[in-house]
């Protein structure tokens, strides 16, 4: 997935319903399968811009913006840095996503500069997002009829990831759980999430946990009584943060008991927190 407002990195603008994330290789995967070139020629960006606040965009990520002769992403994120840039905008939703990003791709094979935006940092959670515009890059002259010259250039042309800075980074900062001391899952993704689930019920107690809640099916509520099944304490400290950064960011601070109150449903009035949220679980 990629992100859409401070408090998650993830985006709120089209459901998910009818979008088939699970058609192909899964995009992430392909993402991590290699390192990145390392001095790659005229690449293509996928930038973080953070939370949403651009307070909060790096001054590299900002350049790559900034230089750009066309910008793809997810509306709710490219609406945020359209100030930015007199680049072409190229907006999408999940179901218009792939169109999007062959507009991108045929731009790229063109010489242009071409940069992607994701929400927060593209390693916490983005690779989904990353994996499709490095394969619409890669790939473009695989179906596309070019002559040598432009499928050398395309050859090139490596995504090349900047970080920026993450709602996740944020949240672990205002509840002061230390990275190393803490266990990050995102659940944030399509597909089954019992591995990720695990990795929290093992951890909890022992670690710091903190969770990229997904809407609306898991939700800190229902992370919450997930991990209380599995024998958590009630008592153990947990943090909601909405929209991080933001005018109207909300901290709720409770008990691990207290927010397994909120479980069940699906729906986006099952539960009081925002689609835009992160879980955190102090350890004890």
């Known amino acids: 997935m990629n992100g859409t407002g401070a408090g998650g990195e993830h985006d709120a603008d089209d459901s998910e319903a009818d979008y088939d994330l699970d058609a192909g290789p899964d995009p992430a995967t392909y993402a991590a399968s290699r390192a990145e070139p390392i001095d790659p020629v005229d690449p293509v960006y996928a930038v973080g811009i953070g939370p949403g606040n651009l307070e909060y965009l790096t001054p590299r990520g900002e350049r790559a913006i900034r230089e750009a002769d066309v910008v793809v992403g997810f509306e709710t994120v490219v609406e945020f840095v359209a100030d930015l840039t007199d680049a072409d905008l190229l907006t999408c939703g999940y179901r218009d996503e792939s169109e999007a990003l ?10 242009d500069r071409a940069t992607a935006v994701l929400m927060g940092d593209p390693n916490h959670s983005g690779y989904q997002f990353v994996g499709k515009v490095q394969n619409a890059v890669e790939g473009y002259t695989e179906d596309t009829d070019v002559d040598a010259h432009e499928r050398s250039k395309v050859a090139d042309r490596a995504v090349r990831v900047i970080p920026g800075i993450s709602s996740l980074q944020v949240a672990a900062s205002r509840a002061r759980t230390p990275m190393e001391d803490t266990r990050f899952v995102t659940l944030h993704k399509s597909g089954d999430v019992t591995d990720d689930l695990a990795t929290l019920v093992e951890a909890v107690g022992e670690r710091h946990l903190l969770v990229l809640p997904r809407p609306f099916d898991w939700m800190p509520g ?15 400290d947990a943090l909601v943060f909405e929209r991080l950064t933001h005018e109207d960011e909300a901290i709720t601070r409770t008990s691990l008991g207290e927010l397994a109150v909120h479980a069940g449903g699906t729906g986006r009035e099952d539960s ?12 004890g």
Do not use: C, H, M
């Not at 062959?102 to 010489?111: L, N, T, W």
């Not at 229902?222 to 153990?236: I, K, M, N, P």
């Open 272 to 283: 009081p927190f925002s689609d835009l949220s992160v879980l955190v679980v102090r350890a």
């Open 222 to 236: 229902d992370v919450a009584d997930r991990l209380l099944e599995s024998g958590a304490s009630a008592d153990l």
């Open 102 to 111: 062959e507009r991108f791709a045929e731009r790229a094979a063109a010489g």
